[in-house]
């Protein structure tokens, strides 16, 4: 897996990512995402770009659903997948809109950072990859944006536990239940994410995300 070329000089990927494709090459089942999609993320917002980083924990299981994006599916995937299905619903309440499908790649044409702390996951083996040592890429990216006030969306206690990488002052980190169906009624509904970004990047003579597409 080549890294990109903005992100490679980040020491996982010298020091950790050769462990990982050792992994794999023992791995008997089907790795999700395909392989030209595991970096997309990071290949889609180089560092100075960044204005968001939203962490998500691991690739959707279900082939044909990961394309290396946390939270988007590719656009023709329906139903979606129950964690994104409430951000839509949490979108409407917030915003009065949501996206018309599942992809959410325009999010990141603005400055969103949709990372997963797991870039790989086994095909129908959800957290498979959890332990593989993928975090490591996470704390140092976490790291890096700390060097200028940026906004930080952490849903759920797995994405909490990267907020001890971000130093620096003047963040907006957000925190809230995660979107799944398991937690999202325990205050993700009603959190309005989306709204207080916004605010918070026009307070600083930011242009606003649009979140809806529409």
């Not at 915003?95 to 702390?117: E, H, I, K, M, S």
């Amino acid at each position: 897996m080549t890294p990109p070329a903005a992100w490679a000089h980040l020491p996982f990927f010298t020091r950790d990512l050769p462990r990982i494709e050792a992994a794999f090459a023992a791995e008997t089942r089907d790795i999700l995402p395909p392989e030209p999609q595991r970096f997309a993320a990071l290949a889609a917002v180089v560092p100075e770009d960044v204005r968001v980083v939203i962490l998500g924990q691991d690739p959707y299981p279900t082939p044909g659903h990961a394309h290396g994006f946390a939270f988007s599916v590719e656009p023709e995937v329906r139903p979606l997948p129950r964690s994104l299905s409430n951000i839509h619903e949490e979108l409407k309440s917030d915003l009065g809109a949501c996206p018309a499908d599942g992809d959410l790649r325009f999010w990141a044409d603005q400055g969103v950072l949709l990372l997963n702390t797991a870039l790989t996951v086994p095909a129908g083996d959800a957290g498979g990859h959890a332990r593989l040592g993928w975090s490591r890429l996470t704390e140092e990216v976490v790291a890096e944006l700390s060097e200028r006030p940026r906004a930080f969306l952490l849903w759920g206690n797995h994405a909490q536990k990267f907020e001890r990488f971000i130093s620096g002052a003047d963040h907006l980190i957000l925190k809230s239940p995660h979107p799944s169906p398991l937690s999202a009624r325990r205050g993700f509904f009603g959190s309005r994410p989306f709204s207080q970004i916004n605010d918070w990047l026009i307070a600083k003579g930011e242009r606003p995300i649009d979140w809806t597409g529409t």
